[in-house]
T-cell receptor, first 113, second 113 residues
Framework: GDSVTQTEGPVTVSESESLIINCTYS????????LFWYVRYPGEGLQLLLK?????QKGSSRGFEATYNKETTSFHLQKASVQESDSAVYYC??????????FGDGTQLVVKP | EAAVTQSPRNKVAVTGGKVTLSCNQT?????MYWYRQDTGHGLRLIHY???????EKGDIPDGYKASRPSQENFSLILELATPSQTSVYFC????????????FGEGSRLIVV
């Protein structure tokens, strides 16, 4: 079946450092699934951070970006300079042709001031 | 603003009892989903729906039933609750027009004793 694997947390970085959270996917039901990053900030609900529905494209939001790489089946989340307010749990997700959405286990990001 | 509301937010049930978790969305989205999330893990898909009258099995449907009586409402039913169903349950609606972006409720914490 379809699945997503992402960096196991927690990931701890210092403010202003760069960040990468790895995400790889396996899609058996669809050649080019929709790919998403969702985020849960402390005390808040799960919400969309960014999405890409076309292979080869890049999505960006709040200084984060992720590129849909169909060759390596990856969708890594990157940010050049993190802030303390970026501390949250990040989930990579895949959408299949049946409109089902599959999530990774989540990566907790801790940004030290 | 898109809105998905779940009830109850917290529930303690006895083993063998019946539990109904309700979800209401005002987004007019066709797709709705029920996930469970256990501590330290990602979201696992239980049931989903493409519209009123439709229910489909997700990855872990055993022990759960779903009901979609209208566009707005989607319920998850545990006919005979077991301690293994202790978890946090999330409902979401999906916007097909934006690549099936999911909008989540705040979650229902269920403890089965």
């Amino acid at each position: 079946g379809d699945s997503v694997t992402q960096t196991e947390g927690p990931v701890t970085v210092s403010e202003s450092e760069s960040l990468i959270i790895n995400c790889t996917y396996s899609a058996t039901s669809i050649a080019y699934p929709n790919l998403f990053w969702y985020v849960r900030y402390p005390g808040e609900g799960l919400q969309l951070l960014l999405k890409v529905i076309t292979a080869g494209q890049k999505g960006s939001s709040r200084g984060f970006e992720a590129t849909y790489n169909k060759e390596t089946t990856s969708f890594h989340l990157q940010k050049a300079s993190v802030q303390e307010s970026d501390s949250a749990v990040y989930y990579c997700a895949l959408g299949d042709e049946g409109n089902r959405i599959f999530f990774g286990d989540g990566t907790q990001l801790v940004v030290k001031p | 603003e898109a809105a998905v509301t779940q009830s109850p937010r917290n529930k303690v049930a006895v083993t063998g009892g019946k539990v109904t978790l309700s979800c209401n969305q005002t987004n007019n989205h066709n797709n709705m989903y029920w996930y469970r999330q256990d501590t330290g893990h990602g979201l696992r898909l239980i049931h989903y729906s493409y519209g009123a009258g439709s229910t489909e099995k997700g990855d872990i449907p055993d022990g759960y039933k779903a009901s979609r009586p209208s566009q707005e409402n989607f319920s998850l039913i545990l006919e005979l609750a077991t301690p293994s169903q202790t978890s946090v349950y999330f409902c979401a609606s999906g916007d097909i027009n934006s690549g099936n972006t999911l909008y989540f409720g705040e979650g229902s914490r269920l403890i089965v004793v």
